[in-house]
C-alpha cells in the first residue's frame, strides 16, 4: 500500500537545461518573426516614426486603459470564485498572463489553480475557477463575430466575408454548446467525453514532449457537479465581467488606431469592431498560446488593412497594432513576471500541486511505502 508525500524541490520542476531551452525556444521564435519574417512585408522604419509621433495624451488614454482592464480580469475570476479579492485576482491575471505567453496549455490555467488554493478555496471549487475562467471568456470570443455581424446589419455594412466568418463562428458555438449538453446530459456522459479529453490532451502534450495524462472522466464530472451551480448563480456578473472587459480591449485598438492618425472616415468604429472580433475567433480556434498571441495579431493586421478605405499605409495600420499589443498584453507582462517569479519561489508546493492536479504524474520519489500496521497478521 502508498500513500502521496508532498514533492521535493525538483519532483515536477523542469531542469535548467529544460528551462534554458525554453527560453532559447521563445527567443528563437520572436527573432524569426520579427527579426526575419515581417520585415519581409512591413517597413520598421515607418512604424518606428508612427510610434514616435504619438504624445502624452495619447500614452495617458492608451495607459489608463490598460490599467483599468485589469482588474476586468479579476471580476471575471470573482464571477467563478465568490468572495475573491480583487488584489489577489489581479496579481492571478499578471502571473497567468506571463504563463500563458510563453509556456503552452494548460500552464495559465496551473497558475490560476495555485493562486485560488492559496486564496483559501479547496481544490475543487479552484479547478473550477481555473478552468471557467478560461472557457467562460473563450466562450465570448467565439460569439463575438456573431455579435459583429448584427451590429454590421444594423449598420448596413454587412458583406458575403462577414456572413462567412459569421457561419463559421455560428458552427463552433453549435459544436461548444453539444459538448455543454453532453457533460450537462448525465454523470454517464460527462465521464465519457472527459475520456476523449484525456485522450486529446495527451496526444497534445506529447507533441509538446509532456508525459501524457489519464482518463478526464472523473475531472468532468466534478467541474460538472460543481461548475454548472456556480454558471447558474453567477452567469449575471460573469457575462458582465467579460464585456467590460472586452469592450475596454475594444477600445485599447481603437485609441491606437486614432494615435497613429487612422480616422474615422478611413476605419469606423463598426469595421474596427468586425475586425477585433474576427481576430480574437481566431485565436480561440486556432490556440498556438493561450493569450492568442501572433494569430490574433496576424488576423487583426489582415483584416484591418483590407478593410480600411482611402489611402493608408499598411506600415501605419502595423504600428497601431504593435501599440495595441503593448498596452493589450506585454505592458502587463512585466510586472506579472515578477508576480509569478515571486509566487513560484513563495508558493513552490501549490506550484507543484497545481501541476500534479493538471496532469503531471507523481515521480517515484513522491511515492513511499506506508507502515505496517502493527495489527495487521
Given at each position: 500500500m502508498t500513500t502521496q508525500v508532498d514533492a521535493g524541490p525538483n519532483a515536477s520542476e523542469p531542469s535548467p537545461a529544460k528551462r534554458i531551452v525554453r527560453v532559447l525556444v521563445v527567443v528563437a521564435i520572436v527573432v524569426l518573426i520579427f527579426g526575419w519574417l515581417l520585415p519581409q512585408i512591413i517597413d520598421y522604419e515607418v512604424i518606428w516614426e508612427a510610434l514616435t509621433s504619438l504624445t502624452w495624451q495619447d500614452l495617458l488614454v492608451l495607459g489608463l486603459l490598460a490599467v483599468l482592464r485589469v482588474p476586468t480580469e479579476a471580476m471575471v475570476y470573482r464571477a467563478m470564485l465568490p468572495g475573491l479579492r480583487i488584489a489577489a485576482g489581479s496579481e492571478a491575471y499578471l502571473s497567468s498572463n506571463v504563463a500563458a505567453n510563453?509556456?503552452?496549455?494548460?500552464?495559465?490555467?496551473?497558475v490560476q489553480y495555485a493562486y485560488f488554493r492559496r486564496e483559501g478555496f479547496d481544490g475543487q471549487t479552484s479547478m473550477t475557477g481555473a478552468i471557467g475562467s478560461f472557457v467562460f471568456p473563450q466562450g465570448a470570443r467565439i460569439v463575438l463575430p456573431i455579435i459583429a455581424f448584427v451590429v454590421l446589419i444594423i449598420a448596413g455594412q454587412a458583406?458575403?466575408?462577414?456572413?462567412?466568418i459569421t457561419a463559421i463562428s455560428v458552427a463552433v458555438t453549435i459544436g461548444v454548446c453539444v459538448l455543454l449538453w453532453l457533460v450537462g446530459r448525465s454523470e454517464t456522459s460527462a465521464r465519457w467525453l472527459g475520456a476523449q479529453l484525456g485522450r486529446f490532451v495527451s496526444w497534445l502534450m506529447t507533441k509538446f514532449h509532456k508525459d501524457p495524462i489519464g482518463d478526464l472522466g472523473d475531472q468532468v464530472v466534478d467541474f460538472r457537479d460543481n461548475a454548472f451551480a456556480i454558471v447558474r448563480q453567477?452567469?449575471?456578473?460573469g457575462s458582465i465581467a467579460v464585456s467590460f472587459n472586452?469592450?475596454?480591449?475594444?477600445?485599447?485598438?481603437?485609441?491606437?488606431?486614432?494615435?497613429?492618425?487612422v480616422e474615422q472616415s478611413q476605419l469606423g468604429?463598426?469595421?474596427?469592431?468586425?475586425?477585433?472580433?474576427?481576430?480574437?475567433?481566431?485565436?480561440v480556434v486556432i490556440p498556438i498560446t493561450g493569450s492568442g498571441l501572433g494569430i490574433v495579431d496576424v488576423v487583426m493586421i489582415s483584416a484591418l488593412v483590407a478593410s480600411a478605405t482611402g489611402s493608408i499605409d499598411k506600415n501605419v495600420i502595423v504600428a497601431a497594432v504593435v501599440m495595441w499589443r503593448l498596452f493589450y498584453g506585454l505592458l502587463a507582462f512585466f510586472p506579472g513576471t515578477l508576480t509569478l517569479a515571486s509566487f513560484s519561489k513563495n508558493n513552490a508546493d501549490l506550484m507543484r500541486s497545481a501541476s500534479s492536479e493538471f496532469g503531471a504524474e507523481p515521480s517515484s520519489s513522491d511515492v513511499v511505502p506506508e507502515p505496517p500496521d502493527p495489527e495487521s497478521p
Open positions: 510563453v509556456m503552452p496549455p494548460p500552464a495559465s490555467s496551473v458583406d458575403e466575408e462577414a456572413f462567412i453567477r452567469w449575471p456578473m472586452l469592450l475596454l480591449t475594444y477600445l485599447i485598438l481603437v485609441a491606437s488606431l486614432r494615435a497613429v492618425g468604429l463598426v469595421i474596427i469592431f468586425a475586425c477585433f472580433a474576427v481576430a480574437f475567433f481566431a485565436g
